[in-house]
């Protein structure tokens, strides 16, 4: 069945970097489009990055253009993204999920758990 499984996420200072990965199985993982998504307490979840199937595209929300950065592996099934610069404003829960304009599972079970950003001094 379709899994999603994040990791990655910590306590990190104001400016400080984080990489975070997703595993994903149960589709074919080589021919969608992989985004990642946030979701802060008392907030909608918002789209932070995408990446075409073969990597040639990506897209970020804009209050991350120019900090994150999102790659990743066909052959691993893994999505990546590169925070960089990380703000007061960017601690959420992190999640991955297939698609470009909207996630393509949407069922809430097959949202992965997720991985805790938090960004503090």
């Known amino acids: 069945q379709v899994q999603f499984v994040e990791s990655g996420g910590g306590l990190v200072q104001p400016g400080g970097s984080l990489r975070l990965s997703c595993a994903a199985s149960?589709?074919?993982?080589?021919?969608?489009?992989m985004s990642w998504y946030r979701q802060a307490p008392g907030k909608e979840r918002e789209l932070v990055a995408g990446?075409?199937?073969?990597?040639?595209?990506?897209k970020f929300g804009e209050s991350v253009k120019g900090r994150f950065t999102i790659s990743r592996d066909n052959v691993k099934k893994t999505v990546y993204l590169q925070m960089n610069s990380l703000k007061p404003e960017d601690p959420a829960v992190y999640y991955c999920n297939a698609g470009w304009e909207r996630p393509l599972f949407n069922r809430d079970d097959y949202w992965g758990q997720g991985t805790q950003v938090t960004v503090s001094s």
């Open positions: 149960g589709f074919t993982f080589s021919s969608v489009a």
């Open positions: 990446i075409t199937s073969g990597g040639g595209s990506t």
